[in-house]
């Protein structure tokens, strides 16, 4: 061999350790994205309030969630805690103290047009047994349980109005999380309070 036989299988031995250089760390980038895009992280979040400004947040998911961070408005505060990281159960606290010390700020609900029940029964005419004449004690008993439907159907508005009430307070704080899954994978999502 000449020296441009040597020349040349030199040169060829540069681009190919050149090659196999780049070609090393590319291969180990792939495998990472690979992992990272095939990896299971069942991470899921709920939060709720225990009291007017007293907000939790925790992972009810099977894996753990990493450089957490937790982040709780409303109209008048902005609060954000972070944790390392927040297994399953783990309960992340946070507190607008605005909300806190002066409630959730007032609800709009429309105006209920139908006259309030009384919270006792009519009482009826009121004779001794022996001296009540049937068609009294009929009356009496029919207008008991009028009373009786229109209590009933009061109470269930009530009831109504304050899921309403609570649902529309709730919806004035919003809750985002955001974490790293254990290969790397950022997520973030928002959560209703419940």
Do not use: C, H
């Not at 495998?31 to 979040?45: M, P």
């Not at 927040?86 to 709009?108: H, K, Q, Y």
């Not at 047009?113 to 009496?140: C, F, H, K, S, Y």
Request: charged share 25%; hydrophobic share 40%.
């Amino acid at each position: 061999m000449d020296w441009v036989g040597w020349v040349i299988s030199g040169i060829g031995l540069l681009v190919g350790g050149a090659t196999l250089a780049v070609t090393v760390p590319a291969l180990v980038l792939s495998r990472r994205a690979e992992r990272r895009a095939t990896e299971r992280s069942v991470v899921e979040w709920y939060a709720g309030e225990s009291e007017p400004g007293q907000v939790w947040v925790t992972n009810q998911g099977i894996d753990p969630a990493f450089e957490v961070v937790v982040d709780v408005w409303d109209g008048r505060d902005f609060v954000s805690r972070t944790r390392a990281t927040a297994l399953f159960g783990d309960v992340i606290n946070v507190e607008l103290p605005t909300r806190r010390a002066e409630g959730p700020e007032p609800v709009d609900l429309p105006k209920r047009i139908t006259p309030r029940v009384p919270d006792e029964p009519p009482e009826g005419v009121q004779l001794p047994d022996g001296l009540m004449p049937p068609a009294l004690r009929q009356m009496n008993d029919e207008q008991r349980a009028k009373w009786e439907l229109m209590k009933a159907s009061q109470d269930s508005a009530d009831a109504m109005e304050a899921q309403m009430r609570q649902k529309a307070e709730a919806a004035q704080v919003s809750v985002r999380v955001t974490w790293r899954s254990a290969l790397g994978t950022w997520s973030t999502t928002l959560v209703d309070l419940s």
